[in-house]
């Protein structure tokens, strides 16, 4: 009795279309022969590629899945980046913001202070301006008023100042200060003015140089008294001949400038001397 297999075994469906063939040949052929074992075999074939297959799905799931969750831990990695991106962007924006915010009140602070110094300056510039009206309006003062000078006494010979000028250079210097007691031997340059022009450096030793005043003013050459040489101008209108000693002790007691001056004419005369020898 001739038995072929079933058209619908599934072990011949799933089989490729030569190992169909061969077990169709084998069914068709000689299936009564073997009968129960060749089914078995068949059955055992078909296990065996199934085994194969499985295999190498699972493989290919396992792959799937490694890779699967590479991209999820990459895609976590740039989900961490990106938000610690975003929090360093989000820092960055606050600190600019807040430098900007303290470099703005640094300089209103520093505009405060300026102005604050601008008004300090302006208050001592004040200060010192109605501190320089009263000192100018005392000396005035003291100028005018000849019993506003020191009357203390002085030794000093015949027809030589009998009282000391008063302290202050700034009112013996003044041009209202009286210089009552200064010695008067040569009184041709009081008030004297000079008909020619002198170049700069030249014509005459104004007499605050001195400590005096436009009350007391001895008319000196600058060439004459002030430098190491001679005048020789012919058309020089200021005294050349030197100090008496009356005004020389008068000019001593103008204190600070009048010693300074002394001294100072005494080394222009001795140089003068020297380049003669």
């Excluded at 007691?181 to 700069?200: D, I, L, T």
């Excluded at 104004?206 to 430098?227: E, H, M, Q």
Aim: contains cysteine.
């Amino acid at each position: 009795m001739h038995v072929s297999a079933p058209a619908s075994d599934p072990a011949l469906a799933t089989l490729p279309v030569d190992k169909k063939r061969k077990l169709q040949h084998v069914h068709d052929g000689s299936f009564n022969a073997l009968g129960e074992q060749g089914h078995r075999l068949a059955r055992e074939e078909y296990l065996k590629e199934q085994g194969l297959r499985l295999k190498v799905q699972a493989k290919l799931d396992e792959k799937e899945m490694a890779l699967h969750e590479m991209r999820n831990k990459q895609a976590c990695r740039d989900k961490k980046q990106a938000d610690e991106l975003d929090v360093m962007k989000t820092q960055y924006r606050n600190d600019i913001q807040r430098y900007r915010q303290e470099t703005f009140t640094a300089e209103i602070e520093n505009r405060k202070l300026r102005t604050r110094l601008t008004q300090r300056d302006i208050t001592i510039n004040q200060l010192e301006c109605e501190n320089n009206d009263l000192r100018m309006e005392l000396c005035n003062l003291k100028a005018i008023n000849r019993n506003g000078h020191s009357q203390a006494p002085v030794t000093s010979s015949r027809g030589g100042p009998t009282c000391v000028p008063d302290k202050d250079p700034e009112v013996h210097s003044h041009k209202h200060y009286p210089h009552d007691q200064a010695p008067r031997e040569n009184r041709m340059f009081g008030g004297f003015q000079a008909s020619e022009h002198y170049a700069p450096g030249t014509g005459k030793i104004w007499p605050r140089k001195y400590g005096s005043g436009a009350n007391w003013d001895l008319g000196l050459c600058r060439i004459a008294f002030d430098t190491d040489k001679t005048c020789i101008d012919s058309r020089c209108e200021f005294r050349h001949h030197l100090l008496t000693a009356n005004e020389r002790k008068y000019i001593q007691l103008l204190t600070p400038f009048g010693p300074n001056f002394l001294r100072h004419i005494d080394s222009c005369t001795y140089a003068k001397v020297m380049q003669s020898i």
